[in-house]
């Protein structure tokens, strides 16, 4: 007896999701939000500022070759990557609060994924029209018209990730530099590389993943809600005001029933394709289109408009009870999120306010720790390093203090006077240097090396230890 049954499909085939063009306050935020972050994305590294003339004069650049990052006036070696660390704090808890205060903003209006997904949706729109053009196109057999309309589209999408991933390099090399050398085709290969990926990255995230980068990959879609409480802004369905929904003509009485007329016009225009109206969804990004959809038609029907709305689940309660609504911006979990951010910021504001502008750095010799000469005396060798943050070339002096009849010398290029080392402008000063003493009672003895700016006498010291003996 042959099996007929159909084979069991355990996974159901995404459907694409086709958003309507909506046109309310929500959308308006967000065209507004979208042009400006992009602005400021394309823009910045073209930003000049003023370092002297041995530092790049891009304000925003992370410089790999010489192991630095510039934010205008800020200048982070590798050894304060703990500023960095510090900024990821703040930005991480700064997220935490705005979530906790107005739900999933950043999603709807500034994360990266959803704003070039506006930008690529708003191309698609132009190229092959509203909703049910693009829905027809895409189920129509290969055709010219097909084949012209989504090439052309998917070249402007192309386009737009290429100015993305080359706008992102800019940020890593110095931009103008980085124009001239496009122009004639001369782009490094390792800088080429990154703009191909970072282009084809753009191009698969925006123009095909879209939602699923929300629902699937990205993780602050599964642990929002722990940020979530009774007083968190969220959109959601006034179920009193809009149940019993159903279809309405003209001319009939809304007496006992609701005033949604199941147009789905908010499913419509939704841009991971959620119905609100179930309630509170992880898919939500909390966009507003459904509500700008959702006045539209409110004010066609000549009914007060917010059936769909920024709420909150307290209020949501308050109204099933027939009690007066409010909203608390300051609440307990805020005030947690705003003394972290105030002790970090307080930190790194109190780091950056009090940064040396010189560190020594000294790593004695291991093998041999010390040598003894034929007169008797004890030499110990050094790698002494001297890092000059400043932005002009410095003299300093080197001494060492902790034994008796204890001298330097040190050695870069040739013998040099430890008394008068030149570090460079924004560089690190390498040295040679070689402690003599007699030889001490004990095998090691602390000692403490001392650096000394000529003109500003400004000071330095590193503590190390004299070896004169085996243990």
Not at 167 to 176: K, L, R
Not at 418 to 441: I, T
């Amino acid at each position: 007896m042959t099996d007929t049954a159909a084979p069991l499909k355990l996974f159901v085939k995404k459907e694409r999701i086709f958003p309507k063009r909506v046109w309310g306050k929500f959308r308006k935020i967000k065209w507004l939000s979208m042009v400006t972050l992009l602005g400021i994305y394309y823009l910045a590294p073209f930003i000049r500022w003023d370092r002297g003339p041995h530092a790049p004069d891009q304000a925003i650049l992370i410089d790999m070759p010489a192991r630095r990052a510039y934010f205008f006036f800020i200048e982070i070696w590798p050894q304060e990557v703990y500023y960095l660390t510090g900024l990821l704090i703040l930005a991480a808890i700064g997220l935490f609060l705005v979530t906790s205060l107005l739900g999933r903003v950043w999603c709807g209006y500034a994360c990266p994924q959803t704003v070039w997904t506006d930008l690529f949706v708003w191309v698609e729109r132009i190229v092959q029209g509203d909703r049910a053009k693009r829905q027809r196109l895409y189920q129509a057999p290969w055709s010219f018209e097909k084949l012209w309309k989504l090439g052309l589209t998917h070249s402007a999408w192309l386009v737009i990730g290429m100015l993305t991933g080359g706008a992102w390099v800019f940020y890593f090399n110095d931009a103008p530099t980085l124009i001239e050398q496009i122009v004639h085709l001369d782009v490094p290969w390792s800088v080429l590389g990154w703009i191909i990926a970072l282009t084809l990255s753009t191009y698969v995230m925006a123009g095909f993943a879209r939602e699923q980068v929300c629902i699937y990959m990205c993780p602050y879609a599964r642990f929002q809600s722990a940020m979530f409480d009774k007083d968190t802004l969220v959109i959601g369905y006034d179920e009193l005001r809009g149940e019993q929904r159903g279809k309405h003509k003209k001319g009939e009485s809304w007496e006992g029933r609701g005033h949604c007329i199941d147009c789905t016009a908010c499913v419509q225009v939704c841009p991971v394709g959620i119905d609100i109206r179930d309630g509170l969804q992880m898919e939500c990004i909390a966009c507003g289109l459904c509500i700008d959809a959702c006045n539209d038609i409110m004010h066609k029907l000549e009914l007060p408009p917010d059936l769909i709305r920024y709420d909150t689940p307290h209020n949501q309660e308050c109204r099933k009870e027939g009690k007066p609504e409010y909203f608390s911006l300051f609440r307990l979990r805020t005030f947690y999120y705003i003394a972290i951010m105030t002790v970090v910021g307080g930190a790194i504001l109190f780091g950056l306010l009090n940064r040396s502008e010189t560190e020594l750095h000294v790593l004695h010799d291991r093998n041999p720790m010390f040598v003894q000469l034929s007169n008797g005396d004890i030499r110990n060798g050094y790698d002494i390093k001297i890092l000059n943050k400043t932005q002009e070339d410095r003299i300093f002096s080197l001494s060492a203090e902790g034994l008796t009849g204890l001298t330097l010398k040190a050695q870069g290029a040739g013998e040099l006077d430890a008394g008068s080392l030149l570090v460079f402008a924004d560089s690190v000063g390498h040295f040679r240097v070689f402690a003599f003493a007699p030889k001490p009672e004990t095998t090691r003895s602390d000692i403490r090396f001392v650096l000394q700016e000529k003109e500003t006498e400004a000071r330095e010291e590193y503590e190390t230890l004299f070896v004169s003996g085996k243990q």
